[in-house]
């Protein structure tokens, strides 16, 4: 993949407010924008994230489907988490494949970053394939707000929840996916 073109970041003149919620800070700035204009805009600062696309030897995609408070449903995505304070973004989704999934991967490919909502949020998110897939005996503990259900879908199976639309599903998950697609030449 080639190298991403380097940030251009705006000039923080003034910070208005800023709230504190769990791993994200929310903030309303004066700021000046690299062309010169200035104004207020608010952003939500975010320690990034990680997501594997997990796909086991027969072909089948470990999807979950999950509860997402935000949008008050269940959708289905890939495996992913926020990252912890200094972690590699591989370390981590290695251990948010284990705790969300119930697998663990012996072969890892990445599959760059994407941003999710670049109008009103820093974080990046960073992308992997993971493969060589084994089942735990026993899954670890994940966070006490995680309601998760595993899912094994085929290739079929989940093109047809994205193209359909019966199923709420996310921008990383769709991305990652197509991502992954293009990786394998699928």
Known sequence: MAPLPPPEPSKVLKTNCS???KKIQFQINTIELPIGVKGEFGIIHHP???????????GRIVVLRQYRFAVSR?????PAG???????PLTSM?????????Y????????GIMVPCPGY??????????????LLNQKPPGDADEDIEVI???????????????????????????????????
């Not at 926020?82 to 590699?88: S, V």
């Not at 663990?104 to 599959?111: N, R, S």
């Open 94 to 102: 290695k251990r948010e494949l284990q705790e969300e999934s119930g």
């Open 152 to 186: 094994l879908m085929t290739k079929k199976e989940l093109e047809g929840c994205i193209s359909s639309g019966d199923e709420a599903l996310d921008g990383k998950s769709i991305t990652a996916w197509h991502r992954a697609c293009q990786y394998l030449n699928l």
């Open 19 to 21: 709230i504190n919620a």
């Open 74 to 78: 269940r959708i289905i995505e890939f």
């Open 121 to 134: 949020s820093d974080e990046v998110i960073h992308l992997f394939l993971a493969r060589d897939l084994k």
């Open 48 to 58: 990034g994230a990680s997501l594997a696309v997990p796909i086991t030897d027969d």
């Open 104 to 111: 663990t991967a012996l072969k890892w490919d990445p599959l």
């Open 82 to 88: 926020t990252l912890e304070t200094g972690e590699d």
